[in-house]
């Protein structure tokens, strides 16, 4: 099992290192100087003659490290490694390559030894705050909503599921079959739309607020956490219900084939000959071998309540990842997308690990040590 | 395993008796119908108008001309006016006789008297013949509402069909190929079947960097004016592109082939051709498609819609890969397969005309919930505003107005129910083809 880790977290290193590239190349290739954002979203941005912001720009850059090379080593041609001397102009020399080589001193290189050597992912353009603060101050927001949807979801699909393959063909079966294809369906984003239009808007039922978590004018920081809580609460619940809606649908489905290929077996037929009760059939013998496709959920839910989801958090206007991607994305502040980025690949990593483990303690017959 | 030639017609038996997927089936045609003719559906220009003695075929004729402009005789001043025909606001000329689309109003068309979110059962203007702006009749009814600039929701919906079903089928063809393409290629040849010489493979760097180099770096010039140009052009220099750096791979390959005295690079090597492709697909399988979805168009200053089909066929590739890969592992196993290479077939033989037929169902069953999920992808996009030119309206689109004002259920209900139904279509016709073609299939 341990060496089965150890080789899984060897193979998945490469990939990590291809993510961080992946990641690093889409800040690089993003249109817009990020210095000169830096510099207007600071006060004094206005103020300054040309002259003195071309040299404050110069400075700021080399300040970031944004005057350094990007990677260890790059290509250009001949003609522009040798620009300042015109004189020298050809035309061939636009045809040959030339390979520069920056040894350690290069934007990646520092990048990658803040992260393993100092735990620090930048500041972030937008707020100028360390991204690692950015990201503590929103995480709670994404993983508090995630895990209560899917705490909720397998609380409402198991059931469902479990009871639709047992009553399979019947009433309960296809209503409950056609419902949730309906569910899924429906893309996230329309689902809250609609939420919104009809359940915050004065014109139909005014039951909850727009968006937002708190209102500004209420909401004291000094409360104790349970009077915050109350106050969250009817915030939260149209937030909720579109991010566990699409899960149920998916649960449910899965959870449904699952147990209906257990309930086609012959040990489930010497249950009720024995003369076992319905229930414990259902729970004990059926549920429990049925579970193992829904482990494979477990391996999505680290990344996915890291990210929260861009489209709800944006719709709600919810203070969670999925917005502060968005926005960085809107605002090119690369340092916060590539920081989640190789978060959520290094999540990955990690889910796929707990399935595994998982995995080899629901089923005893799997071995990870043999092959 | 079913031969795909010869059961066509029982997959076409099959996939009829589920009655869900072949309602489903008819509705999409429908759709197809619609979009074809949306220019016959909801258009500005009447079908038939008779203006100063005068027929006109006002859509026929922009059909034909797009800048058409004719002339006519004002009665009262017997003067020659111009009648320039896409500009003309034809609801607004004394027309002697008329015949309308069942939508007389355009897509992007801004309708100045029902600005700022007319319900469609608000009182609605236009201005007549007379220039007096008066209660709209039923014919001229926004019957769906408008939105904040006055734009048809009706027409906005018909339009964006055309849009939608582009998008699902253009970019999961895409998909389609680069998946097939890269997932056969990872399949067939594993990592211990294609040998060369360890010269070769070491020449491999020089050569891909060379290929980089002449193909793409001193190109990049002649490929952003290609892309800006048009399709056409832009495919031409990619073509070209691909070309020179798979010729300058091939230089490569060719010199480690010669002769050496060096028996250490004689010696042939495996190429592990899997183990690259099943990293390639892992980054993105550990990524969830939205977010780079959403992260690579928004790195496109200009927006245009082939651009973020690209996008979205290309980030959905990776995971057709990763199924005819592993349909491929399973079938070149098979004895018929080693029977075609006992009998000297050769490769290309073997993956497209033996092993490629038996492993297309779970494919094409992906491909339709695919298309599905493309659609929710762009839709997704259109409703945050990237990616998607401003101008064009998409159902994404209308229904982000309704985030603008929440009052108006219209702006979120008809694009929502569009939206939804071509969602639950492919979603049927997908379970209905995995039921046709092999129910074990899970994608």
């Known amino acids: 099992m341990l060496s089965y880790i150890i080789r899984r977290v060897i193979l998945f290193i490469p990939t990590l290192i291809i993510i961080s590239f992946l990641a690093f190349g889409i800040s690089v290739l993003a249109p817009g100087d990020p210095v000169e954002r830096l510099l207007n979203a600071s006060e004094n941005a206005g103020i300054q003659n040309k002259a003195h912001q071309a040299s404050l720009i110069q400075k700021k850059r080399h300040e970031l490290g944004l005057d350094l090379p990007l990677f260890y080593f790059s290509i250009s041609t001949l003609a522009e490694s040798n620009k300042s001397n015109l004189s020298s102009y050809q035309a061939w020399k636009n045809y040959i390559p030339v390979i520069h080589y920056y040894a350690g001193h290069n934007q990646y290189h520092h990048w990658l030894y803040n992260i393993i050597f100092r735990g620090s992912f930048g500041i972030s353009y937008q707020t100028q705050l360390p991204v690692v603060r950015e990201i503590k101050a929103r995480l709670p927001w994404s993983l508090a909503l995630s895990f209560i949807s899917f705490l909720l979801a397998f609380g409402i699909s198991i059931p469902i599921g479990m009871y639709a393959a047992r009553y399979k063909g019947r009433f309960f079966d296809k209503a409950s079959s056609l419902l949730l294809f309906l569910l899924y369906a429906l893309p996230n984003f329309l689902v809250a739309t609609l939420l919104l239009v009809f359940f915050a808007n004065p014109q139909f039922l005014n039951w909850f607020p727009e968006s937002g978590v708190q209102d500004a004018l209420n909401f004291n920081e000094d409360w104790p956490f349970l009077t915050k809580l109350v106050h969250w609460a009817p915030y939260l619940v149209l937030p909720i219900i579109t991010y566990t809606y699409g899960a149920i649908a998916l649960l449910s489905r899965q959870m449904r084939a699952g147990a209906v290929e257990i309930f086609d077996n012959e040990y489930i037929k010497t249950a009720r000959a024995k003369g076992l009760p319905e229930g414990k059939i259902l729970w004990k013998h059926v549920f429990r071998n049925a579970l193992m496709p829904i482990i494979t959920l477990f391996a999505n839910i680290f990344p996915t309540a890291f990210v929260g989801s861009i489209i709800i958090e944006t719709i709600f206007a919810l203070p969670g990842m999925g917005r502060e991607i968005y926005e960085a994305i809107l605002n090119y502040d690369y340092p916060v997308i590539v920081a989640v980025f190789t978060i959520f690949g290094f999540l990955t990593l990690v889910g796929y690990l707990v399935a595994d483990i998982l995995y080899a303690v629901a089923d005893p017959r799997i071995s990870y040590s043999k092959s | 395993m079913k031969e795909t030639g ?230 031409g220099q990619i073509l070209i592109s691909v070309f020179i750096f798979s010729f300058l791979i091939f230089i490569c390959y060719i010199i480690g082939r010669a002769p050496l005295k060096v028996s250490f690079f004689r010696m042939k090597v495996f190429v592990p051709i899997d183990i690259f492709i099943s990293r390639f697909i892992e980054i993105f399988d550990s990524i969830p498609a939205l977010l780079l979805i959403i992260t690579i168009s928004s790195l496109f200053v200009e927006k245009s819609l082939p651009l973020v089909m690209a996008i979205i066929g290309g980030l959905m590739s990776p995971k057709i890969a990763r199924l005819t890969r592993a349909e491929f592992l399973k079938i070149r196993n098979l004895e018929y397969i080693q029977t075609a290479q006992a009998l000297g077939f050769g490769d290309w033989r073997i993956m497209l005309r033996h092993i490629l037929p038996n492993a297309l169902a779970p494919v094409i069953v992906y491909l339709a919930f695919g298309i599905a999920y493309a659609i929710i992808a762009e839709s997704s996009l259109s409703f945050l505003g990237i990616g998607v030119p401003a101008d064009t309206v998409t159902w994404g689109s209308l229904l982000s107005s309704a985030r603008a004002d929440y009052t108006a259920w219209w702006m979120a209900v008809f694009p929502g129910l569009a939206i939804f139904i071509t969602v639950a279509i492919y979603s049927l016709i997908g379970e209905g083809l995995r039921e046709a073609l092999d129910p074990r299939i899970k994608v």
């Not at chain 2, 000329?93 to 700022?116: C, H, R, T």
């Not at chain 2, 002449?214 to 399709?231: E, P, S, V, W």
């Open chain 2, 6 to 235: 010869d059961n066509g017609k029982n997959t076409w038996r099959i996939f009829r008796k589920n009655k869900p997927a072949l309602v489903s089936f008819y509705f999409l045609l429908f759709f197809v119908f619609i979009a074809l003719s949306s220019d016959f559906i909801a258009n500005k220009q009447p079908i038939y108008a008779r203006y100063r003695d005068t027929n006109f075929y006002p859509i026929f004729q922009t059909f034909a001309n797009k800048n058409r402009v004719d002339s006519t005789i004002n009665p009262v001043t017997k003067k020659f006016e111009k009648l320039q025909f896409d500009i003309t606001d034809w609801r607004e000329l004394p027309l002697q006789n008329v015949v309308w689309v069942p939508i007389p109003y355009s897509a992007s068309e801004k309708d100045k008297y029902n600005m700022g979110y007319i319900s469609p059962s608000a009182p609605q203007f236009y201005k007549n013949a007379d220039g007096q702006i008066v209660p709209a009749p039923y014919i001229l009814k926004h019957h769906l509402g408008t939105n904040n600039i006055g734009e048809d929701v009706a027409a906005g919906l018909i339009h964006g069909t055309s849009i939608a079903l582009r998008v699902g089928l253009i970019s999961m063809s895409i998909a389609g190929f680069l998946g097939i393409l890269f997932g056969a290629f990872a399949g067939y040849f594993g990592d211990n079947k294609i040998r060369i010489s360890r010269l070769s493979y070491i020449l491999l760097i020089p050569g891909i960097f060379l290929g980089y180099f002449y193909g793409i770096f001193i190109r990049i010039q002649d490929l952003k004016t290609a892309f800006h140009t048009g399709l056409l052009q832009s495919i």
